[in-house]
Nanobody
């Protein structure tokens, strides 16, 4: 099974930047991976996703142009570079992976990390 371990969360001021990392173990070739977030009182939403086979990326409209998702196959690590952070970006961020490449920003991925808190004030 795929195992995911996240790091990089923290507290920043509005306009600042953070980079989240998600280390993978198990089979990681030709899968879709994504970053999701859940704020208090709201449902989990897809933020960004990437097909690790061909590199295609997908973004939530509200983060497009500010966030960049990438995957390093050699390091088996998924990244989310977050720039120009806003208070509304405050949430728990989760890394996810699945073999169904059409999932994109849907929330029913098979494998999930533990989540990491991002707070913007």
């Amino acid at each position: 099974d795929v195992q995911l371990v996240e790091s990089g969360g923290g507290s920043v001021q509005a306009g600042g930047s953070l980079t989240l990392s998600c280390r993978q173990s198990g089979y990681t070739n030709n899968i879709v991976m994504g970053w999701f977030r859940q704020a208090p009182g709201k449902e989990r939403e897809g933020v960004a996703a990437i097909d690790t086979g061909d590199g295609s990326t997908y973004y939530l409209n509200s983060v497009e142009g500010r966030f960049t998702i990438s995957h390093d196959n050699a390091k088996n690590t998924l990244y989310l570079q977050m720039n120009s952070l806003k208070p509304e970006d405050t949430a728990i961020y989760y890394c996810a992976a699945d073999s169904r490449l059409l999932l994109r920003l849907r929330t029913d991925y098979q494998y999930w990390g533990q989540g990491t808190q991002v707070t913007v004030s």
